[in-house]
């Protein structure tokens, strides 16, 4: 068997623990692996929670997953959330020699979620989500601002910077988002979801499923596999809907944990134009808003729940899934469904853009597909030309 990649070299040889999450320190050739007696020690980042594996070629990976382990985008620092002795507390470590540069306690119940903002100088954490509070640190573990907006209900279920470092916005179980400024760290407008779209200057595309089906004359019998797959094949298109319009809406089951409701979704454009966001009470509906005017700028409803949905990370185009078999993809120019091809369905569960904007990874259960679109160069900027179409 062939050697181990002389590109790598494993830091410190420690016993096994079971791994609850890998992420990559952008431009600190680093992995981290943290075991989950790790995330409630900061002495476990030196012992039994960590392994570290340095590369030439570091990870350029910008994608936070789990936000109770963070790095800064540049990839000098590294944030982590710890619990002991009943209280919350936040490590703020140098990845260029793993010393301890700062440790602080929290004024939390019990400490969420921890993300740096994209510039590196501001720590966001949030409570649990029965306690409505989001703290603001600097580097060196001064207290910013804590923000508040409503006592004695569920609180934040979601939260995201915009690129620019100038926005935070959060998302909460009333159903609302929240936009924070960077001068004052106060709230400078909410955004609504409500269940109907009264006004006539937002643009709303529903989804319209059109079957098509071969000539029964062209079969035979019984049909080839290839060809069974296509007798139902279903293309689906976008529709601009006539106002007003009805969302369709879930009741949430109030008597059950984690019940879905409120905004668990929220996303920045690359260049923090526009911001996207799912209720989880109109679970089919993406909602995009125009942060320079500060206002609902279009509605995607789809035929199904949608599961997931990223930026393009050089321009402002929007990639969704709903677990079904096609791929969506809106811009300001417009939008368009993509039916993934292949024998079968292949149900699009997640999604991942390349960081040069011109491929995008469709993942599934047990399969992935590579989606390259085509580039201006070679192919007009409308969006509606068939040329314009992603290439799988």
Known sequence: MPGPDPAHRVVSRLPLHPVCHVQTGDCAGLVTGAARMALQDRRGLCRAGRFLLESRRPPHSEYNGVPRLT?????????????????????????????????????????????????????????????????????????????????????????????????????????????????????????????????????????????????LGHLSFPPLRAMAGALSTSESKYEIASGPVSLQTLKPVADRANPRMGVGMLAFSSDSYFLASRNDNVPNAVWIWDIQKLKLFVVLEHMSPVRSFQWDPRQPRLAICTGGSKVYLWSPAGCVSVQVPGEGDFPVLGLCWHLSGDSLALLGKDHFCLCFLETKERVGTAYGQQDGMPRT
């Open 71 to 215: 790095f800064t985008r540049d990839g000098r620092y590294l944030a982590l959330a710890e619990r002991r002795d009943c209280r919350d507390y936040v490590s703020i470590f140098v990845c260029s020699d793993w010393q301890l540069l700062r440790h602080f306690d929290t004024d939390t119940q019990d400490l969420t979620g921890i993300e740096w903002a994209p510039n590196g100088c501001v720590l966001a954490a949030w409570d649990t989500c029965l306690e409505y509070k989001v703290l603001l640190y600097s580097l060196d573990g001064r207290l910013l601002s804590a923000y508040c907006a409503y006592e004695w209900s569920l609180g934040i279920k979601s939260v995201a910077w915009s690129p620019s470092s100038q926005f935070l916005a959060i998302g909460s179980y009333d159903g609302k988002v929240r936009l924070l400024n960077h001068v004052t760290w106060k709230m400078i407008t909410e955004f609504g979801h409500p269940a109907a779209i009264n006004n006539p200057k937002t643009v709303v595309y529903k989804e319209a499923e059109k079957i098509s089906q071969m000539g």
